[in-house]
């Protein structure tokens, strides 16, 4: 009776096999090949030691059928700067990937770079292989890479080089009784909430026409040409008396904050010229708590707050753009003015005089109704207010008629080329035009007087930093 059986079970484990086997499905691959979104996936310039943002793209199955790829490679391996991941896995090389008919898969590149000592730019590249039914394909990768001189939260002294970009990574700061001076055509980049902070000592910036000293974001992606709040911006911090010349800085929080000065100070805490102060998410200047601010020549523009903002502070203003246009959703005027400071000993509030408020030969406009606002408050009536305001273009729904407003001229357009583009130049219809007054230059003290942002020497002075012939 045994020797029946087993046989019997053998032949029903047979039966069984062939039955399961029969059953399996067969896939009949594509034998195609792959599409791809893109053949070079290129990187703007990206600094050293500094992770770049991530890039994408797909690669497709144009077939009806599933296509396998058998391996997809990154060529340089391990010692590649570039990082790629396939379908949410991270690796050098994959294997054996099914993607169903008309379907296609995300492939995501980042590249952090070594420091190389290298002055200028270089070229880095890799690349990726796709081999599908025994036939290669390949997608490009290439990036520009740039060494720098990188600050890292720590002192700085003496005078910058120019000769490659600085990286600013958290705060580098000028320590009290020491000086900085940043020479014309550096460029100076910041990481995520970084600054360069004055603390007790003097800042030197000595841009030229054409060969500024800009400031910006560590990101260089087109995505981040005109994104507010990248980095913080320049800190004075109860500043020596310091010069700002020539400095275009763009894309901060607040693009010139300061703080008090220097008690042994005789001129302004900082003086400012031919400088242009864009697209920050708060304020492009921020004046505080008894500093001393001197501007002549300056575009101040597109910031999301106040273009200028100053509470409790001196200030004098001559031949300036203070104009608005943010793009943001909520904005607030180009110039507010107060009296009410904080005393960080007290940990209060408190009010004080203005002892010099003056905006002349300027204009203060943009796309709010009224973009001049003064707010002081004096309840027992014996504080100072010395306000000049005269030879202005100014946008305000009331239109001040007093002792420290004479020869402006209210809520004209001033036919700005294009505020869209950050272009505040202006047609020769402008009222801003020849409307300028000569009293208020003094080419001794100042050599940007005389002379609009944009080189034109001005003789009968136009209203605002530019001088049109």
Request: charged residues 15%; negative net charge; hydrophobic residues 35%.
């Amino acid at each position: 009776m045994l020797r029946l059986i087993l046989p019997f079970i053998v032949l029903v484990s047979v039966l069984g096999a062939v039955s399961l086997t029969s059953c399996k499905k067969t896939v009949n691959f594509s034998s195609g090949n792959l599409t791809f979104s893109k053949d070079t996936v290129v990187f703007d310039t990206v600094f050293t030691t500094i992770g770049s943002t991530t890039q994408q793209f797909k690669f497709y199955n144009n077939d009806s059928r599933t296509i396998n790829v058998q391996e997809v490679e990154l060529m340089g391996g391990d010692n590649s700067p570039f990082r790629v991941n396939v379908d949410g896995i991270v690796g050098t090389n994959f294997e054996n990937i099914e993607i169903e008919g008309n379907d296609s898969l995300f492939v995501f590149v980042e590249v952090t770079l070594e420091v190389n000592s290298a002055t200028n730019p270089m070229v880095i590249e890799d690349s990726i292989r796709f081999r599908t039914n025994g036939v290669d394909q390949y997608v490009n990768l290439a990036v520009w890479g740039q060494d720098m001189y990188f600050h890292n939260n720590d002192f700085v002294v003496g005078t910058w080089q120019n000769d490659k970009p600085h990286l600013i990574y958290g705060d580098a700061v000028i320590n009290e009784n020491t000086s900085l001076t940043i020479p014309a055509g550096t460029q100076v980049f910041l990481h995520k909430n970084s600054k360069l902070t004055n603390f007790r000592g003097t800042l030197n910036i000595e841009g030229t026409l054409g060969n500024e000293v800009v400031f910006q974001g560590d990101r260089l992606e087109s995505l981040y040409d005109d994104v507010a709040g990248q980095f913080y911006g320049i800190y004075l911090f109860y500043a020596k008396e310091s010069k700002i010349n020539y400095l275009n800085i763009k894309n901060g929080t607040v693009g010139i904050h300061v703080f008090n000065e220097d008690p042994a100070n005789t001129d302004y805490t900082l003086r400012v010229t031919n400088s242009k102060i864009s697209n920050n998410a708060f304020s492009g200047m921020l004046l505080y708590s008894g500093c001393h601010v001197r501007a002549e020549n300056c575009v101040i523009s597109k910031n999301t707050v106040y273009g200028i903002a100053t509470f409790a502070s001196d200030f004098s203003f001559n031949h300036c753009h203070i104009v608005g246009y943010s793009s943001a959703g909520s904005q607030t005027p180009a110039l507010g003015i107060s009296n009410v400071g904080y005393d960080e000993v007290a940990d209060q509030a408190y009010v004080t005089n203005i002892n010099e408020g003056e905006i002349t030969n300027s204009v203060v406009y943009g796309n709010l109704d009224t973009e001049f606002v003064i707010d002081t408050t004096d309840e027992t009536n014996v504080l100072t207010f010395n306000f000049n305001f005269q030879y202005n273009l100014i946008k305000s729904e009331t239109e001040y008629v007093n002792q420290f407003f004479s020869n402006n001229i209210w809520n004209d357009e001033p036919y700005f080329v294009s505020p869209t583009d950050n272009d505040f130049l202006y047609y020769s219809i402008s009222p801003l035009h020849l409307n300028g007054s000569a009293a208020f230059l003094n080419t001794a003290a100042e050599p940007a007087d005389g002379i609009g942002i944009n080189g034109v020497v001005r003789l009968a002075p136009d209203i605002g930093a530019y001088e049109i012939p």
